[in-house]
């Protein structure tokens, strides 16, 4: 009976125990439970602020796409609209852009010269003065101020520009990107130049003529006058 009893007892303490260990077992469930709860309810209001954040981010991008698209047709009007001829190349001497102003001193489209050597603009005769010159101010980076250089027209005429330019660098300002250069067409003002110093030359001419035909009368006035005395 005795040993029953201890049978009984060591039962109850092994109950006990379990019960325990599987309320030991539940508390710590629990906790890691209430933990978990905490972490996903932490990382939810996290992933809330990432995502407010992401999409203010994103408006915020947008806004500024935006603004370059305003800021970039802009230029691109200022640049196709300029009243001045305006051309850019790149340091193979390749061209890359030009505008209206440009596409009516050459009487040619831009996409007739994109990526065309600059070199088919220049006359002939004038072609390696003009090379000379670019590949001074693309190479150094020297500015043109106000350098005198023909273009050739579709016509076959010749057109004459007076230019100044300036050279891109990239961010560092260690590599040369392209160089741009604005032109004033000044082949009317040539023109009427060369029209007033063949004047003055024909007038010089005229003059010296004259003169010659004074001093010989005033020479053929006087023998005449020593004859008569």
Not at 104 to 115: D, K, L, N, V
Not at 130 to 148: C, D, F, N, P, S
Request: hydrophobic share 35%; proline share 2%; glycine share 4%.
């Amino acid at each position: 009976e005795l040993h029953g009893k201890d049978e009984v007892g060591t039962l109850a303490q092994r109950f006990n125990n379990m019960l325990s260990q599987i309320q030991a077992r539940d508390n710590i469930l629990k906790q890691q439970r209430e933990h978990l709860e905490d972490e996903v309810a932490q990382r939810t209001a996290d992933l809330q602020k990432t995502n407010i954040t992401l999409e203010q981010e994103l408006t915020d991008r947008k806004q500024i796409e935006e603004q370059l698209r305003e800021t970039r047709d802009y230029l691109e009007n200022l640049f196709n609209y300029a009243n001045a001829p305006i051309i850019v190349w790149n340091p193979s001497y390749q061209i890359t852009m030009f505008n209206h102003a440009f596409e009516r001193m050459t009487g040619r489209q831009a996409a007739e010269f994109i990526g065309k050597p600059i070199d088919i603009l220049f006359p002939d005769v004038h072609r390696d003065e003009a090379l000379a010159k670019i590949h001074q101010t693309t190479r150094t980076g020297e500015r043109w101020e106000t350098v005198e250089i023909p273009i050739q027209h579709a016509s076959g005429t010749v057109k004459t520009a007076l230019w100044n330019s300036a050279t891109l660098y990239s961010a560092d300002g260690k590599q040369v990107l392209a160089t741009i250069a604005q032109g004033q067409d000044i082949t009317e003002r040539k023109q009427a130049e060369d029209e007033i110093r063949q004047l003055n030359e024909k007038l010089d001419a005229k003059v010296k003529q004259r003169t010659q035909q004074l001093l010989e009368a005033q020479d053929e006035l006087v023998r005449k006058e020593k004859l008569a005395v």
